[in-house]
């Protein structure tokens, strides 16, 4: 079976299925490959998969690639890197129709972006995580025009911690990385706006 056909195999009720059974063997601290669906956990061996997000060139597979309905990588925010910009180039299209909150204008399909304003010409954009699905729009037009202080991360929350990622197969800039499970992001932070 190649990857389109083991991806379509699993249909999203049998998706959730997986989802909430590796939910509940966490919760009860249990590790066990669920009932032969799943390889053995990549939690098991004390390791979860995440994304360096020094090396994500932004190619939108995050999205299409999970095995999951509703991807388990989304865009984070380090606020200590933003420059709280009226003109954002996560929020805004490249071209909009105006500098305001209407959809028309956003860069992100799903309006996940959220911005408020702080005082003067300074907004914060924020993620609204329900909604992402981590196409990496944002993302890239941040780092192409701004900072770089938005990323993507796998949340670990909604990870199954899948032995062979599919998303690291497709990855085509051997982003992702096996980082211990007690410590399982790779934020930016404020030291890597001099590494853009
Ligand atoms: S543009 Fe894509 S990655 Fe960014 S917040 Fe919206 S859905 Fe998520
Ligand atoms: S390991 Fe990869 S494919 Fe599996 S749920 Fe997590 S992000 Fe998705
Ligand atoms: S598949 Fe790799 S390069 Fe593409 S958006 Fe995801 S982490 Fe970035």
């Not at 990496?136 to 899948?162: P, T």
Request: proline share 5%; charged share 25%.
């Amino acid at each position: 079976m190649d990857n389109e056909e083991e991806k379509e195999a699993v249909n999203p009720a049998r998706r959730e299925f997986i989802r909430d059974a590796a939910r509940g063997a966490s919760v009860i601290g249990m590790t066990f490959a669920i009932g032969g669906l799943l390889p053995a956990s990549a939690e098991e061996q004390g390791f979860v998969w995440q994304i360096n997000p020094h090396k994500c060139t932004e190619c939108g597979r995050c999205a299409d690639e999970c095995i999951l309905q509703h991807s388990a990588v989304k865009a984070v925010h380090a606020y200590g890197m933003c420059g709280y910009c009226d003109l954002c180039t996560a929020y805004f299209k490249p071209e909009p129709y105006e500098l305001n909150e209407g959809a028309e204008n956003h860069m992100c399909p799903t309006d996940a972006v959220r911005r408020k304003h702080i005082d003067g010409p300074y907004y914060e954009y924020h993620i609204d995580e329900e909604h992402c699905v981590g196409c990496a729009k944002c993302v890239d037009g941040c780092r192409s025009f701004g900072n770089g202080s938005m990323h993507l991360q796998i949340q670990q929350d909604i990870c199954v911690d899948c032995n062979s990622c599919s998303i690291a197969i497709a990855c085509p800039s051997d982003s992702f990385e096996k980082v211990p499970a007690d410590n399982p992001y790779m934020f930016k932070t404020e030291e890597d706006v001099w590494h853009q």
